[in-house]
């Protein structure tokens, strides 16, 4: 119960720091950037759950989904509030990167059932595929072009080697 308060009470007093230095225009705050920080914030409030009770209650992991989809979200909207809302389009598939990632981690931190870590996996490898397909075709600068190249490539060896790994024959 003493962590809850010390954590409440350090919350608190960052966003009235943030608050001093906005009313005094050191920081310059949009609603967009306070909508980012507030999904952001309330993405790793859904993961505290999760994380501090996972051995009593180990299906509160599944509060990883939301967590993860408002983080990737915040980081979204921040992002592009920054840089123009071009590549808002592309950069949603980072979405699926981040459901994937959130049930991955549940499979880690809370009941070990094999079809978490292999729909985790499933939809990562889709968004990282999509991400990657998007960047190269459409990235604004010519970095992610290049980067999107290159994980599409990754993705292509990886899977193509793949193939070569001697599978496990079950019942036998």
Do not use: H, K
């Amino acid at each position: 119960m003493r962590t809850l308060q010390m954590t409440f009470g350090l919350i608190v007093v960052v966003v009235g720091v943030l608050m001093l230095l906005a009313v005094n225009g050191v920081l310059a705050f949009t609603a967009l950037d306070v909508t980012a920080i507030a999904l952001i914030l309330s993405g790793l409030f859904f993961w505290v759950p999760g994380l501090v009770w996972r051995r009593t209650i180990p299906w509160l992991t599944s509060l990883f989904i939301p967590g993860s989809l408002a983080f990737c979200a915040g980081a979204i909207v921040l992002y592009t509030s920054r840089v123009g809302w071009n590549d808002v389009w592309y950069l949603s598939t980072a979405l699926l990167i981040a459901l994937g990632i959130a049930f991955i981690a549940m499979y880690y931190l809370g009941p070990r059932e094999r079809w978490l870590w292999l729909v985790g996996l499933i939809v990562a490898t889709f968004g990282l595929f999509f991400l990657a397909l998007f960047l190269a075709l459409f990235g604004s600068v010519t970095g992610a072009r290049v980067v999107g190249s290159i994980l599409l490539i990754g993705i292509g060896l990886a899977f193509a080697f793949g193939s070569l790994v001697p599978r496990r024959v079950r019942g036998a």
